[in-house]
Nanobody, 124 residues
Framework: QVQLVESGGGLVQPGGSLRLSCAASGNIFKVNSMGWLRQASGKQRELVASITSSGAETYLDSVKGRFNISIDNAKNTVYLQMNSLKPDDTAVYYC??????????????????WGEGTLITVSS
């Protein structure tokens, strides 16, 4: 019913910047929130940043002041601008969204959707 497509990962040097994008498509009625989680090798997945459709933002403490999340409600797309990247930011980053879809004139409750993940490697 709904798909999330991520873009923007890759290799960057310490201190560099990257911008992630995640676009939701399909039978979307309403997007409650979108965000990014990451999972480093051997570690649990953690929330990096999230934003509601009304603009309320949440950040992991270790990325505050370096990362900025934004949402384009018209495009159902969330962006994560990552600056001053550190080797500890190396992980697979997953897009996550809570979305109500519509099908046969019926609206679902808010459901969790995930992207496939994109690898970010911060290394010199």
């Amino acid at each position: 019913q709904v798909q999330l497509v991520e873009s923007g990962g890759g290799l960057v040097q310490p201190g560099g910047s990257l911008r992630l994008s995640c676009a939701a498509s399909g039978n979307i009625f309403k997007v409650n929130s979108m965000g990014w989680l990451r999972q480093a090798s051997g570690k649990q997945r953690e929330l990096v940043a999230s934003i509601t459709s009304s603009g309320a933002e949440t950040y992991l403490d270790s990325v505050k002041g370096r990362f900025n999340i934004s949402i384009d409600n018209a495009k159902n797309t969330v962006y994560l601008q990552m600056n001053s990247l550190k080797p500890d930011d190396t992980a697979v980053y997953y897009c996550h969204a809570v979305i109500h879809y519509i099908s046969d004139h019926r609206v679902s409750g808010g459901l969790d959707y995930w992207g496939e993940g994109t690898l970010i490697t911060v290394s010199s």
